[in-house]
């Protein structure tokens, strides 16, 4: 890379972090975004995902940054390390909580029997499942992707059965937070489903 490639990349990246996360005027109110409403259900994949029985979900865990209801994004352009903050924009709450919500919800759609952790004596199947990315991603200034990387293990018995790795991204629609926040909510409803015809190809508890 030239010096004159390096010094235009870091001039790009002050500038768009400069209106990503820095524009707005003193005062202006913070926007905040959640998931929106769940999407249609698949009728076809009712039958299936019903196998799955009555199943324990954990919270979601994951990175300190999950536990903040601030919305970040990355330049990979510029420097992939750097996560960065937007400055009038946050999620309604934690993107802990929205997951943990969401995938509930997405499971208990699919046909299943959605427990807490409270309900322990109901079932001897826990799902637990911790984030290893959740960020929205710009290859350059005005394309950016929303990224879910999520690792999920069952247990049975207080014993791993299986575990594995979900990752999926979705094309943000536009270069701000909000397209940031659409782009996240289908990439967690993409993993989601892989979840769910995860879970139900399973082999059933004993």
Not at 69 to 74: C, T
Not at 157 to 171: D, G, I
Request: charged share 15%.
């Amino acid at each position: 890379m030239t010096m004159t490639t390096t010094i235009r990349n870091a001039l790009l990246a002050g500038a768009m972090a400069v209106a990503l996360g820095a524009c707005a005027s003193k005062g202006q109110p913070t926007a905040q975004y959640d998931f929106g409403p769940l999407p249609a259900t698949n009728a076809a994949s009712a039958p299936a995902s019903a196998s799955i029985g009555a199943i324990i979900v954990a919270d979601v865990t994951g990175p300190a940054a999950l536990d903040t209801e601030r919305m970040y994004y990355r330049l990979l352009y510029a420097d992939a390390r750097q996560s960065r903050p937007y400055a009038y924009n946050q999620w309604v709450s934690t993107p802990a909580q929205l997951l943990t919500q969401r995938i509930k919800a997405r499971i208990g759609q699919a046909g299943a029997q959605v427990l807490s952790t409270t309900d322990a004596a109901a079932s001897a199947t826990v799902l637990r499942m911790e984030v290893v990315d959740f960020a929205q991603n710009f290859d350059t200034t005005t394309s950016s992707n929303g990224v879910l990387s999520l690792r999920a293990s069952v247990f049975r018995n207080h014993r791993l059965v299986e575990q594995k790795t979900f990752t999926r991204s979705a094309p943000a629609g536009s270069a701000d937070a909000a397209g940031g926040a659409r782009a996240l909510a289908d990439a967690s409803d993409a993993v989601a489903s892989d979840l769910i015809a995860w879970l139900a190809a399973l082999p059933p508890s004993k």
